[in-house]
């Protein structure tokens, strides 16, 4: 199995483009079966969950075209099961459930049971198809969902939840009447799923804020358009840079997405500034600890908690980092105590005392961004890092030791 051996001490230099968001293909990629048409969608990332969506998609009948730039033609689904095999490899698996119901009046869905950082359930997304008048039952593992046609609803969300406002989202364009989401999440990438549906001529006004409302119609056309950046993969650099003493040029990447971000590491005493194509990003002299608090956007995005927690490891002080999105999101915090970080659990929150230094270990990824929280750690770790089952950083980080190895990080992977 691939690894990752860095040997850490460079502070990193130069340029770097940010690649397409994952977050927002995934749910884009998956509207493709609300119509017959052809779907063009530009600036995808090459990872393995996008593989993994094609997978599935081609599963169903979904005609798919090229790389990067692709074209997908959901003109005859002959097929409505998302199997285990591939929802338990990919959880974002659960959102063809919606537009499965909405155009084919079925489907059937693996239950994506728990991960690394949590149990994840998915009732949020059962429930309101279900207020939508969809029949919704549970044999073997798997989601049978069955409904003639859709009705318009309102919808009381307990979370705001991301693919449950997109899931439910995706069904009401094709639903009778109505559907208005109350306590919506109001992620970016949300934003760029309802604008792709409103391409593809849904009604839908609200997204982006916590009230969505869509007006069901009756078909949905094609539509071209392109995926935002990824704001995850940017704050990740952005955070390296801070880390390793460096300056970088972060192209491509939209500033307004990662606002909560940028103040929080500018009190950390980074400096940001914009620039024509993106953002400057400057470490400070000194790492000032800060606390940390995840939230749905556009709070502190969970999917940043393991990265800010390595900064803060080799802070000047004392940083507590509380995680409310998710129950089980440290598993980092044992691989980053074995570089030499010092940090307690204590409930949902990890109190971290920086330490002077990282030291290089052998570690192991246990999930997505904990895999970037330990590169992170290697690039400032004295000595040799080795990080293995990567394949959870392919998942979702598009060439990532090629990029930080063209900003100067000796970083390799090894066969
Ligand atoms: C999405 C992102 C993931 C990110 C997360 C939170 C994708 C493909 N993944 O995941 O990277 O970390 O948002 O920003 O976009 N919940 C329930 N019942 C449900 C649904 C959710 O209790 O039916 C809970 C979850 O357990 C969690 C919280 O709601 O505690 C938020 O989860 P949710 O926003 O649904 O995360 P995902 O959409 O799975």
């Given amino acids: 199995m691939d690894k990752i051996v860095i040997s850490g001490g460079r502070p990193l230099y130069g340029d770097v483009q940010v690649s397409g968001a994952k977050n927002a293909a995934l749910p884009v990629l998956t509207a493709a079966l609300l119509t017959e048409k052809t779907c063009t969608f530009s600036n995808i990332p090459d990872l393995v969950d996008i593989k993994t969506i094609y997978k599935l998609l081609r599963n169903m009948g979904m005609q798919i075209e090229g790389e990067g730039t692709v074209e997908l033609s959901g003109e005859k689904i002959t097929d409505c099961v998302a199997p285990y095999d591939l929802v338990k490899t990919m ?3 659960i959102l063809v459930l919606g537009p499965l119901v909405a155009r084919m009046g079925q489907a059937r869905v693996s239950l994506p049971g728990g991960c690394a950082i949590g149990a994840r359930p998915v009732n949020l997304h059962i429930k309101a198809l279900q207020d939508m008048g969809a029949s919704v039952e549970l044999h073997s593992g798997y989601i ?13 969300f307990d979370l705001p939840t991301v693919t449950g406002t997109e899931n439910i989202m995706m069904a009401a364009t094709l639903a009778e009447g109505t559907t208005v989401l109350h306590n919506a999440a109001r992620e970016p990438e949300i934003v760029n799923l309802a604008d792709v549906l409103k391409g593809m001529g849904a009604k839908i006004s609200g997204a982006g804020t916590d009230v969505i409302t869509i007006t069901g119609v009756t078909s949905l056309g094609a539509v071209e358009a392109a995926i935002i950046p990824d704001r995850i993969e940017a704050g990740t650099f952005m955070i390296a840079a801070g880390m390793t003493q460096g300056e970088i040029n972060l192209l491509g990447c939209d500033p307004q997405h990662l606002d909560a971000l940028i103040n929080k590491l500018r009190d950390t005493g980074m400096t940001i500034t914009p620039v024509e194509k993106g953002l400057k990003v400057s470490a400070g002299c000194k790492i000032h600890s800060v606390d940390v608090k995840t939230l749905p956007y556009p709070g502190f995005p969970t999917d940043l908690q393991a990265q800010i927690m390595a900064y803060m490891s080799i802070g000047s002080g004392l940083s507590v980092i509380a995680e409310t999105v998710f129950e089980n999101r440290f598993m980092h915090v044992s691989e980053l105590m074995r570089m030499g970080a010092d940090i307690v659990i204590q409930g949902g929150s990890a109190i971290v005392r920086g330490v002077p230094t990282l030291y290089g270990a052998q570690t192991m990824a246990t999930d997505l961004r904990a895999s970037a929280c330990l590169i992170l750690a290697g690039l400032v770790a004295q000595g040799t890092t080795e990080i293995s089952r990567i394949y959870h950083l392919d998942r979702g980080y598009e060439s990532i030791e090629k990029k930080f190895s ?10």
Avoid: P, Q
């Fill in 406 to 415: 063209a900003l100067g990080a000796d970083i390799r992977r090894v066969k």
């Fill in 91 to 93: 959880r974002a698996s």
């Fill in 144 to 156: 049978e969902a069955k409904a003639d046609k859709l009705k318009g609803a309102d919808i009381y």
